[in-house]
C-alpha cells in the first residue's frame, strides 16, 4: 500500500502538515513501526474499500447526490407542485435510478435511508436498478445538524450514535459508500471549537464506516453564505483541511479507501468581485495541493448554490492539467435542478426528464476529462441556486 501521512510533530498537536505515514499492507504485517510514527490498520474490508474508491473515482464519472432528506425532498417537490408524500418520492427518485445509459456518466449515487430499501412500482430494488448500470449505491449515514453549544451560532452534526450497526445493515442492503456532511460557516467565525468537532465527528464517521465496509465521503462544507473574498475562503478552507486530516490520522483512516466532497474555493455569495472559472480552479488546486495527500484516490466537489454551468466550468477548469487525483463532481441540485423543471410530476415528461439528467451528467463529465465548453447551455442551466442559510 502507498505511503500516506506521517505527523512532522507530536500527533498531540493538531497544527501539522505531513509527510508520510507508515502502513502496514495486511493486518499479519510484522513491520514495527519507528518511534513517532502512526501505523494505519488493514481491516477485513481494506482491499474491498480500495477498489470501490477507485471505481467512483473512475476517468469522466462522478457521483449524482439524490440523498436529500424527506423534508428537503419535499421542498423540491413543492417547486413543481407536489406533495411531499411517499408516492411522489419514489416516483421522483425511481426517474433517476432508472434512466438508461447513466452509468456512463455516474459511478455512484448517495440515497437517503428510505430510497435504499425503496424499489420501483414493478418491484424492483432500487439498489438494483443502479448495480445494473455499474454505479455503486451509497448512503447519507449524518442525523443532520443542530446547535453547537459553547459557539459562535454555529452547529454540529449528529449521528455518531449507533453508526456502526446502521452501517453494517446498510451494507447489508447493498450500499459500498456512505457520506457525513457537516458545515464551517465563515460569517460565525468559523470558531476553534467548530472546526475541531467537526474535523473529529468525520474522522469517527470514516473510521466507523471503513470498518463496516463503506467507503466514507468526507465533507466539511465551508458553505457560501456571506461578503467575504476568495483569499479568506482559501485561508479557512485550509484550517477546516488541515484538522480533518490531523484527525484521520489520528483515527487510522486508510487513505486509499476514503473520498473527499470539498467545496470549491470561491468568494462568498455576496461578495460583488466574482472570480473567473480559471481563478476558482487556481485557488481550489492550491487548497488541495497544499492539504490532500495523494494518496486519496477522488475529490468530487460539491455545488453548493452555484448554477448548474458556473459548477461544471469551474469544474472543467481544474481538469486542464493533471492532477495527483481523480477531480470530480458530487452534485445534487447542479445535476437535478433541470431535472425536476422537465418532469413537473407528470408521467408524459419523464423520458424527457430523463434525457435532462443525461444531458446534465454528460456535461460534467465532460468537464472531469477537461473538455467542456459550456456551448449550447440554456439561460435557466446559468441561473445560480444559492439560498442563504438553506438547511438540507
Known amino acids: 500500500m502507498a505511503s500516506l501521512l506521517q505527523p512532522a510533530i507530536s500527533l498531540s498537536c493538531s497544527q501539522f502538515l505531513g509527510k508520510s505515514l507508515k502502513c502496514s499492507s495486511s493486518p499479519q504485517s510484522n513491520m514495527t513501526p519507528a518511534s513517532g510514527s502512526l501505523c494505519v490498520r488493514a481491516g477485513a474490508y481494506t482491499d474491498e474499500l480500495i477498489k470501490t474508491a477507485k471505481s467512483i473515482a473512475s476517468p469522466g464519472r462522478g457521483i449524482l447526490a439524490m440523498d436529500e432528506s424527506n423534508a428537503t425532498c ?26 438508461p445509459g447513466l452509468g456512463q456518466y455516474i459511478s455512484g449515487a448517495i440515497l437517503f ?18 448495480k445494473e448500470e455499474n454505479i455503486v449505491p451509497g448512503i447519507k449515514v449524518d442525523k443532520g445538524l443542530v446547535p453547537l453549544p459553547g459557539s459562535n451560532n454555529e452547529s454540529w452534526c449528529q449521528g455518531l450514535d449507533g453508526l456502526a450497526s446502521r452501517s453494517a445493515e446498510y451494507y447489508k442492503q447493498g450500499a459500498r459508500f456512505a457520506k457525513w456532511r457537516t458545515v464551517i460557516s465563515i460569517p460565525n467565525g468559523p470558531s476553534e471549537l467548530a472546526v475541531q468537532e467537526a474535523a473529529w465527528g468525520l474522522a469517527r464517521y470514516a473510521a466507523i464506516s471503513q470498518d463496516n465496509g463503506l467507503v466514507p465521503i468526507v465533507e466539511p462544507e465551508v458553505l ?20 480533518v486530516f490531523y484527525f484521520l490520522a489520528k483515527n487510522q483512516v486508510v487513505y486509499e ?17 466574482r472570480k473567473s472559472p ?28 452555484q448554477s448548474e454551468v458556473e459548477a461544471t466550468l469551474n469544474l472543467n477548469a481544474m481538469n486542464q492539467s493533471p492532477n495527483p487525483w481523480h477531480v470530480s463532481f458530487s452534485y445534487a441540485r447542479a445535476l437535478q435542478n433541470s431535472v425536476l423543471k422537465t418532469w413537473q410530476g407528470r408521467p408524459e415528461n419523464i423520458e424527457s426528464a430523463k434525457q435532462a439528467l443525461l444531458t446534465r451528467a454528460k456535461a460534467n463529465s465532460l468537464a472531469q476529462l477537461g473538455k467542456y465548453t459550456g456551448d449550447g447551455e440554456s439561460d435557466d442551466a446559468k441561473k445560480g441556486m444559492f439560498v442563504k442559510g438553506y438547511v438540507y
Request: with cysteine.
Open 224 to 243: 457560501l453564505d456571506g461578503d467575504h473574498g476568495i483569499d479568506r475562503t482559501l485561508e479557512v478552507a485550509e484550517k477546516v483541511w488541515n484538522e
Open 74 to 99: 419535499g421542498k423540491r417537490l413543492a417547486s413543481i407542485g407536489l406533495d411531499n408524500n411517499e408516492t411522489n418520492r419514489q416516483a421522483y427518485r425511481q426517474l433517476l435510478c432508472t434512466t
Open 113 to 130: 435511508e428510505e430510497t435504499l430499501y425503496q424499489s420501483t412500482v414493478d418491484g424492483k430494488k432500487f439498489v438494483d436498478c443502479l
Open 278 to 305: 480559471a481563478e476558482v480552479a487556481d485557488y481550489t488546486l492550491k487548497l488541495l495541493k497544499r492539504r490532500v495527500p495523494p494518496a486519496v484516490p477522488g475529490i468530487m466537489f460539491l455545488s453548493g448554490g
Open 257 to 273: 479507501g476514503i473520498l473527499l466532497k470539498p467545496s470549491m474555493v470561491t468568494p462568498g455569495a455576496e461578495c460583488k468581485d
